[in-house]
């Protein structure tokens, strides 16, 4: 009787955990990129106009993704090992996912300082983005045309949107009103605003969201004639956060 041998059975090919990490790395990058453009909370941490460079790079990271996906069982070990290289490049990705999305506020602004922009040497680009109308003024375009125009805007009627800022330089009911404005990213950021005075000021919480109308009081001071504006609060009502927290100038 003839024995006809068994089939071999082909030996299990061993999984290269190097390229698992990396192409967990390219792919959780990509998905989380592409989460928060989702969800709206990009615009926490870049200027608009490059959100679609953004939303480019996460498709590129997912293809790159992808094609490294091959090589998980086909790359032999040796070729490639876990390095804390690996643990570097993930980093950003861990905090990403742990961090919550927030847009810089009050605790940001503590540490930066604020820029009232009541100054000379406004660049032309800056005074050329004031719109004819006053009315349309926000918080930044306030401070660029003090700077311009010093006392001419006293008792201007004034209606600005911002977030609560408690500074102990102020008296017991006053606060800032005060927006970061962002160039390119967070990273330079830079916090423009003005103070309110308003009878229940101090029991506003800090970090939230108002929107301020009333009168602009610019008093000047000092041989100088340096300049101190203030909002002469008629009504200051709570409102929501804007989707998009930040001016751009």
């Known amino acids: 009787m003839t024995t006809v041998p068994s089939p071999a059975i082909p030996a299990a090919r061993p999984i290269n955990y190097a390229v698992v990490a990396e192409v967990l790395i390219l792919g959780g990058t990509a998905t989380l990129f592409l989460m928060k453009w989702a969800r709206g909370n990009l615009d926490y941490y870049i200027h608009p106009r490059y959100t679609i460079l953004v939303v480019v790079g996460a498709i590129f990271l997912l293809m790159m993704a992808g094609v490294r996906l091959r090589g998980v069982f086909t790359e032999p070990r040796s070729s490639t090992r876990l390095t804390w290289m690996h643990l570097l490049l993930a980093m950003p990705l861990l905090f990403g996912v742990l961090v919550p999305s927030r847009p810089l506020g009050a605790d940001t602004l503590a540490g930066r300082g604020l820029d009232l922009t009541v100054r000379a040497g406004i660049s032309p680009q800056q005074a050329s983005s004031l719109p004819a109308n ?3 003024w926000n918080l930044f375009h306030w401070n660029t045309g003090i700077s311009l125009m010093g006392t001419v805007l006293d008792g201007e009627a004034i209606d600005v949107e911002g977030f609560v800022y408690h500074d102990e330089t102020l008296g017991v009911d006053e606060f800032y009103v005060a927006r970061f404005m962002v160039t390119c990213c967070a990273a330079d950021g830079v916090a423009t605003g003005l103070p309110v005075r ?3 000021g101090s029991s506003l919480p800090l970090d939230g969201w108002v929107r301020v109308q009333g009168t602009l009081v610019v008093e000047t001071a000092g ?16 409102i929501e956060q804007p989707r998009i927290p930040y001016l751009f100038p």
């Open 223 to 238: 041989d100088e004639g340096m300049l101190f504006p203030v909002i002469d609060a008629a009504q200051v009502e709570p």
């Open 198 to 200: 308003w009878a229940n």
């Open 134 to 136: 006053v009315n349309e």
